[in-house]
């Protein structure tokens, strides 16, 4: 073969490969325009019957060289790549997605500002109970020179029995022993018929792990314009989460912080399993501050402080754990609360030589 014949195929080869750029990019973008349509009707990215019928079509006309396993492989790294595609382009459509706001967002709470890069903390008791026991943890978070206090007065348990809370008593118990302590608020709520009475009492509406997904309730959240604390679902993916957040913010309440507080594993040694990595993740894809609660995380008062500790050596804005003045009687979770010693210990152990 003369080097004239060789410098024409090659040609010819090149000339190919531009067709099949033209090709590969014209289908990414029909891709993507299907992709728009099937988000405003609310269906799947993702249709394997479509893929399966789409291969099969490719396969019947498929005369050679390449053996049909080799043409499904190529095409199904095609139509990978597409989907790939869609899932990027939604993640910068994303109001929570650092590529839609590059600069991290701060909520401001009582003094706090949540997000400015130096850790804060959440503590308090699992449950209110009563007002001598929420305030003698307010006090000894006050006298620690931190703003912000949790207690739960609506409980979703996982037993119909288990203690439920003391619903709207207990936000006004909450609220009289955080005033008297100089102390916001922070709180779930599991209703948005609630949400409206709460605010009144609630400085952060918290959305527990079981109502990650209550889409209403994150609705309701997004418009009652006061800062959001999202846990992550037992089971919940990143993107699910993210998502999650997402609801909140298309109502226009931008204040929200995400809670990575472990996830349900195969693991039986603690509670839930801490997914660790979570923290730098949602920092890089997202703008919004990540809290960890080491508390349901791990489920075991001897894994607080380690756990604390990494949480806040991988990036996380901040810790939330359960503080109790007597965890043998406490009415739930009482093994995984600290007493007000323990919490002495924690607090001066985390915050060594800050």
């Given at each position: ?80 790549a597409g989907l790939?595609l869609l899932q ?267």
């Amino acid at each position: 073969m003369s080097n004239n014949e060789l410098d024409q195929l090659r040609s010819r080869v090149d000339e190919i490969n531009l067709k099949l750029l033209d090709n590969i990019n014209e289908r990414a973008r029909l891709v993507q325009e299907i992709g728009r349509v099937k988000e405003k009707q609310g269906t799947s990215r993702f249709d394997p019957v479509r893929e399966r019928d789409m291969l099969n079509t490719i396969i019947d006309h498929n005369d050679g060289p390449f053996d049909n396993t080799t043409i499904e492989h190529i095409f199904k790294e095609v139509f990978k790549a597409g989907l790939d595609l869609l899932q990027d382009s939604h993640r910068k459509e994303l109001l929570v997605s650092r590529k839609k706001k590059p600069t991290d967002t701060i909520v401001n709470v009582n003094g706090e500002e949540i997000g400015d890069g130096t850790p804060h903390f959440i503590f308090g008791p699992c449950a209110v109970e009563s007002y001598d026991q929420v305030f003698e943890v307010a006090r000894a978070i006050r006298e620690k020179g931190l703003n912000l206090i949790r207690g739960g007065a609506f409980k979703p348990r996982t037993s119909p029995y288990d203690f439920q809370g003391l619903g709207m008593e207990g936000l006004k118990i909450l609220r009289k022993a955080a005033d008297e302590n100089n102390l916001a608020v922070v709180s779930e709520i599991v209703n948005p018929a609630d949400i409206e009475a709460a605010i009144e009492y609630v400085d952060i509406i918290q959305i527990g792990a079981r109502n990650m997904q209550n889409f209403e309730l994150l609705k309701a959240a997004g418009a009652a314009r006061k800062p959001v604390l999202l846990k992550r679902g037992l089971s919940a993916t990143l993107e699910e989460f993210m998502n999650a957040a997402e609801y909140i913010i298309s109502q226009g309440n931008g204040d929200i912080i995400l809670c990575e507080r472990g996830i349900r594993t195969y693991e039986r040694a603690t509670r839930n399993t801490l997914d660790i990595s979570a923290v730098p993740i949602l920092k890089q894809e997202t703008h919004l501050p990540v809290f960890v609660d080491v508390t349901h995380s791990t489920g075991r008062r001897d894994l607080l402080l380690p756990a604390a500790k990494a949480a806040l050596a991988i990036g996380a804005d901040g810790v939330m754990a359960e503080v109790h003045p007597d965890p043998a009687v406490a009415l739930s979770d009482a093994a995984q609360q600290m007493n007000l010693e323990q919490f002495d210990h924690f607090f001066s152990e985390l915050t060594r030589g800050k």
